[in-house]
């Protein structure tokens, strides 16, 4: 790699000129880094590549110096890659503050933004902000697995759940190894610290509660009762399908007795386009919402067409504390003392599948899942309470 200055032949309108850093392998990969440095085209030494003549020579040309050996350091980091990728890393360097990681951690979520990623980016600004709330400013060289145990306690003492708080440390995580990724670190500063998770019991309905919350008589009046029973319904009727999901579901997505969607959480990965077949009960519930809306099937989107991205995240989050309120109304109507969510559904589809013998790998792809394991960790509870059963019938 060759790395030589030179000025630009772009005057500007006080009549300087730009020098500007070339990088070259070859005729057909060249580039070009700004120095930031303009100066009167008298007061370049084209040979030398050096400033001449200016009152504040010595000093610029000591940056133009430090500029390239930053520039070089880069390169030799990563030696072998074309002046174009060089010139990339570089920029991504700068682009983010090379010193502060509240900085980049931020960046991050602002590009994850920018790509309609909105749910994602909401749940790690939350993270963020707790972040900031216990040290206002945190560079890269302040974290050390020290740091990291002396915030999970801080995250413990204000009442953070284990497992909260390992999902902070895992969106750090995967923030770091960008930062290692792009060139800006050169190992995890936390590396070593361990993320504990806990198992919490995950609760479902059984299948004598479903039937209890289908058949419970909601008078008409209570609109939100009424929707966010059949909500549940239908995402216990198709496999566990997300709420958001479900919100999102469009009249153009029915197929004959098909639902074909694409999983929102899961949209970039490989098998998130989906196809469910549509049991009776679950065509009932859209025989129900027909020619209330044009577009979507279930009223939280109601008005929403024409809206963007940011704007139906907001909804939706409104909406899933709004349905789940209803939801355990309607429950507590139906003498379900449980503390019912919609999520639960997904868990109680799960609970009544395995029940009724369905094997492993079919559950697995009804629920969605692209790995076994998560499907086993949904009925890691069901199986050890299955195994507490048959000791005591065994030994009681």
Sequence with gaps: MNFNYYL??????????????????????????????????????????????????????ANLQSFLISVQQLYYSNKGVSAKRLHFLYKNNKKYDSTSFLDFYQQI??????????????????????????????????????????YEKWMLEKGNKINTVASNFK???????????????????????????????????????????SELEIPARFKGMVKARDMFLFSFYTAGMRFSDICELKWENIVGNEIVYTMGKSRTRAGAKRTLPLTPKAMAILKDYKGRNNTFIFPPLYGMDNKNVGEIERKLYI??????????????????????????????????????????????????????????????????????????????
């Design 8 to 61: 630009s032949h772009y005057v500007k309108k006080n009549g300087t000129q730009m020098v500007r850093l070339k990088m070259e392998t070859s005729k057909k990969d060249v580039q070009y880094l700004d120095s930031g440095i303009s100066i009167q085209k008298n007061q370049w030494d084209d040979r030398k590549k050096k400033i001449k003549r200016h009152p504040l020579e010595e000093k610029l040309n």
């Design 109 to 150: 979520v602002d590009e994850a933004k920018l790509k309609g990623k909105i749910r994602t980016a909401n749940t790690q600004q939350k993270y963020i902000d707790k972040l900031k709330k216990f040290s206002s400013h945190v560079s890269f060289s302040d974290l050390s697995v020290q740091f990291a145990k002396d």
């Design 171 to 213: 969106s750090m995580y995967a923030v770091l190894n960008k930062a290692l990724k792009m060139g800006i670190i050169k190992e995890n500063p936390i590396r070593g610290y361990s993320i504990v998770t806990e198992n919490v019991q995950k609760e479902s309905l059984t299948f004598e509660e479903i039937s209890r919350l």
């Design 319 to 396: 909406a899933n504390n709004a349905v789940n309120r209803a939801l355990r109304n309607a429950c507590e109507k139906a003498g379900i003392g449980k503390w019912v969510n919609m999520h639960m559904a997904k868990h109680s589809f799960a609970d009544f599948a395995v029940k009724n013998d369905t094997g492993l790998l079919l559950i697995s792809k009804l629920l969605g899942h692209t790995k076994l394991s998560t499907t086993q960790h949904y009925l890691k509870d069901f199986y050890h309470k299955e195994e507490a059963e048959e000791m005591n019938r065994l030994f009681g």
